[in-house]
């Protein structure tokens, strides 16, 4: 399954500009609490950790509980160094993983 | 009544007093009739071990943290919150982790983020469910490892983890 994200960030920042980046990703974020037709609980199927690094280096890390609701958007800041490549990273239950790229341009 | 819950915050003493008592009545009721149906819930208790987790032997003190959350929530499955820190954000002086933790939501733990001086500013914005009304505890911890909280009540009306699928 491939899952849509988006990604908003400046394409270009002055060096030492504090920037700020917004993700959003489509996932279900199935809690494990609700029940289903059947009377069974629906099982967990949540994103547990997203990542970004910046060349290389990681810049932010967040552990997601199911208390974090569908289409998990995560909006968050960081300082502009050097021009480079954001590589963002969700991974959960089930296998689930999906990578996404955003290049910044420093001058 | 769950709109009576929020008037004590802006009434006078005597009437908030009234409607403490009212409220608490109200909660009690309301959740012996919800026991039922939710076999499992975080409690308060459950929140302050929760808390107790991400502290260790640290000791908690309030301010420094603000918790930008709508104090009335019309759907508790998507609440947006915004939680800031008051802070340099220099190698010897940032904050380190960002925990948000809830009092009752089937678990207590909602998201813990870590930053480094790196984040030039120690701000993270999601989207969180809402089990029901309930207060929501964002707790920053600093490079001297020292912690800092902020807290926020938030009605909600329409509950979330709840309803069943149809």
Known sequence: ?107 | MSLQMTDPLRSTANRRGFLMRTAGFAAAAGIASALPLRASRATPQAMQEAIRKILGEAVLQHGRVSLDVPPLVENGNTVPLTVSVDSPMTTADHVKAIHIVNEKNPQPHVISVTLGPRAGRASVSTRIKLATSQQVLALAEMSDGSFWSESADIVVTIAACVENIP
């Open chain 1, 1 to 107: 399954m491939t899952a849509r994200v988006l990604i908003h960030l400046p394409a270009t920042a002055r060096r030492g500009e504090v920037i700020e980046i917004k993700s959003l990703i489509s996932h279900p974020m199935e809690s494990g609490y609700r029940v289903g037709t059947n009377g069974a609980l629906i099982p967990r199927d949540i994103i547990t950790l997203f990542t970004c690094t910046y060349n290389g280096e990681e810049i932010f890390r967040a552990e997601l509980s199911p208390a974090i609701a569908a289409n998990p958007f995560i909006a968050f800041f960081t300082t502009a160094t050097e021009s480079g490549t954001f590589v963002f990273n969700w991974s959960g239950d089930n296998g689930f993983s999906a990578t996404e790229t955003a290049a910044l341009a420093v001058e």
